[in-house]
């Protein structure tokens, strides 16, 4: 069984959360919010699996509960209106393992909250990838300097690293395969040891991660003038 919080501004979005987890068998709701504050609250005390989280909402914001909420080691899935809502990316780097648009398919919804209980992200590598170059400038950095080394990636063998650079450009473990002619299985086994090495939750955080020490490169920066 999996326990959902749900935090959401709006009422009526709550009540169809709640109508669609209570007859569904393997999740149950454990509580509901209606602003960051009361989800940081109720997350410390009821402790629940999976966070379905709201961005815009009163006094505390979905970013900064996300934030207080992933230290307590409850997963969030940030679920927004936009496909390119200007506040994922923070959602995701405050430590969201993913999101979903509020008009998907309950079954998809159902779906997301498996995959975030299981401890994967819910978003395409390709979707994250746009995202971030989408929304480039909000990550603050010159992305056309040298790739920054970091502790986090000393401990990384040489093929686990290409294997980073490769979740950072958005492939799927298929598409690793193919690129350096390994057996899926395998290409799975490395970014699993990737992601320990680097302390990243998900392939999202990783992305992220590749991002800032800046082994992959946004496509708008590449198209002017960055290399590499």
Not at 134 to 145: E, S, T
Not at 182 to 204: N, P
């Amino acid at each position: 069984m999996i326990s959902v919080l749900v935090v959401d501004a709006q009422p009526l979005q709550r009540f169809g959360f709640r109508m669609l987890l209570e007859s569904t068998p393997d999740t149950e709701i454990v509580g509901e919010a209606e602003n960051g504050a009361e989800a940081v609250r109720w997350t410390t005390e009821l402790r629940p699996d999976v966070v379905l989280m709201d961005i815009r909402m009163p006094g505390v914001n979905g970013i900064e509960a996300t934030r207080r909420i992933v230290a307590a080691g409850s997963r969030i899935l940030v679920l927004t209106t936009l496909d390119v809502d200007r506040y994922a990316l923070a959602a995701l780097r405050a430590g969201a393992s993913g999101f979903l648009l509020k008009d998907i398919r309950p079954e998809e919804l159902l779906a997301g909250i498996r995959a975030v209980a299981a401890g994967d992200a819910v978003i395409a590598p390709a979707l994250t990838r746009r995202l971030l170059d989408a929304f480039v400038d909000r990550l603050g950095d010159d992305l056309c300097g040298p790739a920054r080394e970091d502790p986090r990636l000393a401990s990384l063998t040489g093929r686990e690293r290409e294997i980073l650079v490769a979740i950072g450009h958005g492939l799927t473990n298929g598409e690793i395969a193919q690129r350096f002619t390994l057996a899926e299985s395998t290409v799975k086994t490395h970014v699993g040891r990737v992601l320990a090495k680097i302390g990243a939750r998900d392939r999202i955080q990783a992305v992220i991660l590749a991002y800032d020490l800046r082994l992959t490169r946004p496509v708008q920066r590449a198209s002017v003038g960055c290399t590499g």
